[in-house]
């Protein structure tokens, strides 16, 4: 018996273009179809149609929406890993076509505004959160937002620039970086140098308890961030996680 074709269900799109944000990532920018519609941190599957290489992982991936809904493209960012999926999407023409799946998920921003929100990421985990503190900015959201993010280098940072932009016009916006790796760097770097613990976290926050928590990205780093939470006695009703299964 042939095998049936599973039919790929979702908008087309078209890529716009791709830019480098960081060593080894690039973010990835497409049209919005009409009638896409998304919150805040969420994802969505991209499917190259007619990719010129392929392998057992297959044609599709989960990506985040780095993008913000008030924006007319969709952006998607990605550690360039050496696979048939990503080799494809470097390589192919601009407007390529694509199909992306409706937008899905919950690792959404709380409504209560009094509750302040800390983000914790490391690299590609920026994803969901670039997508939200854009937003809020642009829908001036009376939220306090703190985002905790490491990285080894500056140099590996994606969204560094604007990240930090973004913090000298929106004053609800706090931006802590921290860079661990500064040893194997050629850039300046004045701020923190050590991983995400709970002693940074008191240092920037007034109160642990009271926000909510939110970590974003490869599963190790947010089980590990998640457990730092817990033990600094964080209710696990306030610590809300998005797993980048897959890396
Ligand atoms: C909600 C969500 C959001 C994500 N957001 C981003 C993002 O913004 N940027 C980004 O770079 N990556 C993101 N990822 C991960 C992304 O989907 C890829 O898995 C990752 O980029 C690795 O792809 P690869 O081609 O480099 O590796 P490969 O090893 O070739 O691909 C990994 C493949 O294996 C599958 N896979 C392997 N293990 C699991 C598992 N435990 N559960 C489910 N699927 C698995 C993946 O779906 C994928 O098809 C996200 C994943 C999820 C689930």
């Known amino acids: 018996m042939a095998a049936r074709e599973i039919?790929?269900?979702?908008?087309?799109s078209k890529l716009l273009s791709r830019v480098e944000v960081a060593e080894g990532t690039m973010a990835f920018h497409f049209e919005k179809p009409p009638g896409f519609k998304f919150k805040v941190g969420q994802f969505a599957d991209?499917?190259?149609a007619d990719p010129p290489e392929t392998d057992g992982e297959g044609n599709t991936r989960t990506f985040s929406i780095a993008s913000s809904p008030f924006e007319n493209e969709l952006v998607f960012t990605t550690r360039m890993r050496d696979t048939a999926f990503k080799r494809s999407l470097k390589k192919v023409p601009l407007a390529t076509e694509v199909k992306i799946s409706s937008a899905a998920g919950s690792f959404t921003l709380h409504k209560n505004h009094a509750k302040p929100a800390v983000f914790l990421a490391g690299r590609i985990g920026i994803t969901?959160?670039?997508?939200?503190v854009r937003q809020a900015h642009h829908d001036r959201l009376p939220h306090k937002l703190y985002l905790f993010y490491s990285n080894r280098r500056p140099e590996d940072a994606p969204f560094l620039d604007a990240l930090q932009n973004l913090e000298k016009t929106n004053p609800n916006f706090s931006l802590i970086c921290t860079m661990t790796e500064m040893s194997k760097s050629k850039k300046e770097w004045k701020g923190e140098t050590v991983p995400?613990?709970?002693?940074?976290?008191?240092?920037?926050?007034a109160i642990l308890q009271g926000p909510i928590y939110y970590s974003a990205g490869p599963p190790a780093m947010v089980a590990g961030m998640k457990e730092m939470l817990v033990s600094a006695g964080i209710d696990e009703d306030d610590i809300r996680t998005e797993d980048f299964a897959g890396y």
């Open 128 to 132: 969901p959160f670039l997508s939200i």
């Open 46 to 48: 991209v499917t190259l």
């Open 7 to 12: 039919p790929i269900v979702g908008y087309e």
């Open 196 to 205: 995400i613990d709970q002693e940074m976290l008191s240092r920037h926050l």
